[in-house]
């Protein structure tokens, strides 16, 4: 049996509905942590691109230390996404690039982006990547996103 959660709702800005379904077959893995796929019909789509942990002047913020990495990571894509006009509401992928990565290390991803994630919604597609290296070594983590908003 496929499993379908549908949303339909408005953005922030104004216009059509868009429809959101989350996506999770029986016969593949479930994660209360992600959806298999997400559709959605109406909108209008925004790629993210990685966000690391470098603050406004460029400094890194939270050296060594994953979790104040993912954090300034996640307060970064919340910028950009308000700055386009979306919210992590209106996410429905997420990547992360996790360099030098340990299994032991996801719990520590799920607790900030938790932190970010409406609600009560589903959770948006998901992918973790783990990588020898990301464009600077003290960069433990890069993460994108893909938005769909109203027109």
């Given at each position: ?15 059509k ?15 209360p942590g ?18 690391v942990?470098?603050?406004s ?9 994953l ?39 996801v719990?520590v ?7 970010y994630?409406?609600k009560?919604?589903?959770?948006p ?12 070594d003290?960069?433990l983590?890069?993460?994108?996103a893909i938005a769909?908003?109203q027109?």
């Amino acid at each position: 049996m496929l499993a379908l959660f549908s949303l339909e709702g408005y953005s922030q800005s104004k216009g059509k509905p868009i429809e959101k379904q989350f996506i999770n077959p029986d016969g593949v893995s479930r994660s209360p942590g992600y959806s298999q796929a997400v559709s959605t019909v109406g909108g209008k789509t925004i790629f993210v691109s990685g966000q690391v942990a470098l603050n406004s002047k460029g400094e890194l913020v939270g050296p060594g230390d994953l979790k104040v990495q993912t954090t300034q990571a996640f307060e970064n894509m919340k910028m950009v996404l308000a700055t386009a006009g979306a919210t992590f509401a209106d996410v429905v992928k997420l990547s992360y690039f996790v360099r030098n990565y340990d299994p032991s290390r996801v719990p520590v991803i799920r607790t900030v982006r938790d932190q970010y994630l409406p609600k009560g919604q589903p959770p948006p597609a998901s992918t973790l990547v783990g990588v020898q290296s990301l464009f600077r070594d003290d960069v433990l983590i890069e993460i994108e996103a893909i938005a769909v908003v109203q027109q």
